[in-house]
C-alpha cells in the first residue's frame, strides 16, 4: 500500500512538472498577433482607429466611406520609404500588411489635393 502511494505521488509530480514546463514552453514560442489598424477615409478626412500601435508586425485596412475613391501612404518620420495601400473605390475595404519600426509615421492620401483638403493623420508606432 505505501508502494502505491509512493508512486502515485512521484507520478502527479512529475506530471505537474510537466505541465509547467510545457505550459512554459506555448507561452515563449506563441506568436503574438499582428496589430491591427482600421482607417476610415471620407472627403476630406482621415479617422484612425487607434492613435498609436505596437512595433513588429501589423494589418492595416482601409475603409472608403466618401462618395470618391482614396489610397493610403504611410511613412515613418525621417524615412524615405512610404507603404501604400492602392485606390479603394467608395463603400470597399482593402489591406496591407507590413512591419512598422517604431517612430511617428504620417498617414495621408495621395490622390491630387487630397492631404491638402485634411486627409492626413498621424499614427505613433510604440517599441
Known sequence: MKRV???IGLAAGLAVGLLAVTSGTSRAS???APARL????????LVLSRQSLQAGDA??????AGEDAHDLR???AGGTRSLAIAVTQPGRVTE???VLRPGRWRVWCAL????KRG???????RR
Do not use: C, G, N
Open 74 to 76: 504611410l511613412r515613418r
Open 59 to 64: 494589418r492595416i485596412q482601409l475603409y472608403d
Open 96 to 98: 496591407l500588411r507590413a
Open 5 to 7: 502511494a509512493v508512486a
Open 112 to 115: 491630387p489635393e487630397h492631404a
Open 30 to 32: 506563441a506568436p503574438r
Open 38 to 45: 482600421f482607417v476610415s477615409a471620407k472627403e476630406w478626412s
Open 119 to 125: 486627409m492626413v493623420a498621424t499614427l505613433v508606432v
